[in-house]
């Protein structure tokens, strides 16, 4: 009785994904933004904001899933990576949560375990994702979220599909003009899906080409091991942090090393796909982050920082109401692990 109850709920809701899905955008945006609202509300408020923040995206990844089902877009990988893929991108995705419950019931040791099992389990995945699926450069997260509007084209696509089999002659006419005004009208027969319909006429660009799977690139020797570097950094960091210790410069100075090293035997991006190229520029840039990681953030940063982040909340107006909770934020983001140091 139980499991039939909760298979008809599961049915509904993708039901109504399926027929509203702009109304569940409106909605996960509005789940996403009460994380901000929530944060210094109460004592609890940065373990509870990250709690909803996590469930936005984790529902934000489900409702995809549903999406791309009821397109009938099918993964262009194996099943299994498939899985391992969603796997690690929900670890992405709870990852800074779990850390700071684990810190709130069970302190610091807690929280240094916990970490360091997640970037183990990530770690292992990139590592089966790499050298057994041949999977190249992989983004993080693994799975993005979903382009909506290039989803509801494609499911209008689907629509056709039928269609195409036909013999020419007997297709049904998508468009008509108008003979006073010469206006171009869509048929009622040419109408989408209620779910993915829309107020423009049949689009003549390939859809097909903007949701295009590019297969990975096969990787050198020498992108290989620039990619084992970039998958294993995170695990030689906590290793010389729990050596060193936090304010030792070692550990930051040995990662921004491994870092710039992966990024350099990696060579020439041109003849990488342009999902490959994008991750590359993403790390390229997220090297600023190590402005922002102790020890150097709290030996040269921190001060200036804050002072520009004061000067432009006095001096714009309208800006001090965005920028001082985030001063007084800045201290407890900075010092949670994987704000800042997760891959």
């Known amino acids: 009785m139980m499991a039939e109850l909760l298979q008809n709920v599961c049915s509904k809701y993708k039901k109504s994904v399926s027929c509203n899905p702009d109304l569940v955008g409106q909605i996960e945006s509005l789940f996403r933004l009460s994380s901000y609202i929530i944060a210094g509300r109460c004592n609890d408020s940065q373990v509870l904001s990250e709690l909803v923040y996590s469930a936005s995206r984790l529902m ?26 969603r796997l690690l991108t929900v670890l992405e995705y709870i990852e800074v949560f779990v850390e700071l419950a684990v810190k709130k019931m069970w302190g610091e040791v807690g929280r240094w375990i916990v970490v360091t099992v997640i970037q183990l389990a990530k770690a292992v995945l990139r590592f089966l994702l790499l050298i057994w699926y041949q999977a190249g450069i992989q983004p993080t997260p693994p799975i993005p979220p979903l382009d909506r509007e290039i989803l509801k084209r494609s499911g209008k696509q689907t629509d056709l599909l039928v269609e195409d089999l036909l013999p020419e002659n007997s297709k049904p006419q998508e468009t008509f003009v108008l003979k006073r005004s010469g206006k171009v009208m869509r048929t009622l027969t040419a109408a989408p899906r209620s779910f993915c319909r829309t107020w423009t006429l049949p689009e003549q660009d390939d859809v097909e080409n903007k949701m295009e799977y590019y297969q990975p690139s096969e990787l050198c020797r020498m992108r290989m091991l620039a990619e084992g570097i970039h998958i294993t950094r995170p695990l030689v960091h906590i290793l010389y942090l729990s050596i060193k210790g936090q304010k030792s410069w070692k550990p930051w100075l040995f990662s921004c090393v491994m870092d710039i090293t992966s990024l350099c035997l990696m060579g020439d991006p041109v003849e990488l796909n342009p999902h490959e190229r994008t991750e590359l520029r993403r790390r390229t840039f997220s090297l600023v982050y190590y402005l922002l990681r102790s020890p150097f953030y709290d030996r040269f940063s921190q001060a200036k920082i804050v002072f520009l982040l004061k000067l432009l909340s006095d001096q714009v107006p309208g800006m001090g109401h965005l920028l001082k909770p985030l001063i007084e934020y800045l201290p407890y983001w900075q010092k949670v692990y994987f704000y800042l140091w997760s891959t």
């Open 60 to 85: 934000i990844l489900m409702n995809d899933m549903i999406l791309q089902q009821a397109v009938k877009i099918v993964p262009k990988v194996p099943l299994s990576q498939d899985r391992l893929m």
